[in-house]
């Protein structure tokens, strides 16, 4: 139980585009769910954090309109990254809290990861 | 306000030897700490958690870890490594000890910077 996938597991893509990675709760119904990026050889850095049917809280040095976050049913959210730039290449992985359950334990469920590359 | 420090960006030992991955938290409330091992390419596995019950945690894969309030550390630990476990290690607190006060929470995860564990055979 309690898996998260995402797709693609990895996209190419060129500067100017925008390019939509999903994560979704397979078993579970996930009230909230987190959006982190990875850098090489760094550590997690959250981005935002998206509660079901209410608009993201985005950390500080986040463009939200840059890193735009949907989270529209309780097995569904979607991290869109507008106008991507090379910069922007990175490894970004999502993560979901059960509802109810672990969730009062904190345990997040993180899916595979999406590998974005801009050219 | 919540960090994470893990001593040793890189750790490597032979396979069988002890294994000790350090790792310091602050937080402003009772912290909920966990490890987490990620392989190359992939998402993260929950390897243990601490949630305010036992201060010595056994996870999976052999690993446990104490949680030592005075210290203010939670380090991993195995007895004898393995080969399978070279991967990254990321130890984590999270604000969610913070609900016992009143306080509201999402519970946000803050990373600690990782540790290579490398095996030699």
């Known amino acids: 139980g309690a898996v998260v996938s995402q797709h693609p597991s990895w996209v190419i893509c060129k500067s100017g585009t925008s390019v939509k990675i999903e994560c979704r709760s397979l078993d579970f119904q996930a009230t909230t769910m987190f959006w982190y990026r990875q850098f090489p050889k760094q550590s997690l850095m959250l981005m935002a954090t998206?509660?079901?049917?209410?608009?993201?809280?985005?950390e500080q040095g986040v463009e939200k309109d840059k890193f735009l976050i949907n989270h529209a049913s309780l097995t569904l959210s979607t991290l869109t990254v507008t106008s991507a730039h090379p910069e922007d290449s990175s490894f970004y992985i999502c993560s979901a809290r059960e509802r109810g359950g672990l969730a009062g334990l904190g345990e997040q469920f993180f899916g595979p990861g999406t590998r974005l590359t801009v050219l | 306000a919540q960090s994470v420090t893990q001593l040793g960006s890189h750790v490597s030992v032979s396979e069988g030897a002890l294994v000790l991955l350090r790792c310091n938290y602050s937080s402003s409330v009772p912290p909920y700490l966990f490890w987490y091992v990620q392989y190359p390419n992939q998402g993260l596995q929950l390897l243990l958690k601490?949630?305010?019950?036992?201060?010595l945690v056994k996870g999976i894969n052999g690993f446990e870890a104490e949680f030592k309030k005075s210290e203010t550390s939670f380090h991993l630990t195995k007895p004898s490594a393995h080969m399978s476990d070279a991967a990254e290690y990321f130890c984590?607190?999270?604000?969610?000890?913070?609900?016992?006060?009143?306080?509201?929470?999402?519970?946000?995860?803050?990373f600690g910077q990782g540790t290579i564990l490398t095996v030699h055979p």
């Open positions: 998206s509660n079901e049917g209410s608009k993201a809280t985005y």
């Open positions: 984590a607190v999270s604000d969610l000890g913070g609900r016992s006060a009143g306080g509201t929470s999402y519970g946000k995860l803050t």
């Open positions: 601490y949630t305010s019950a036992a201060t």
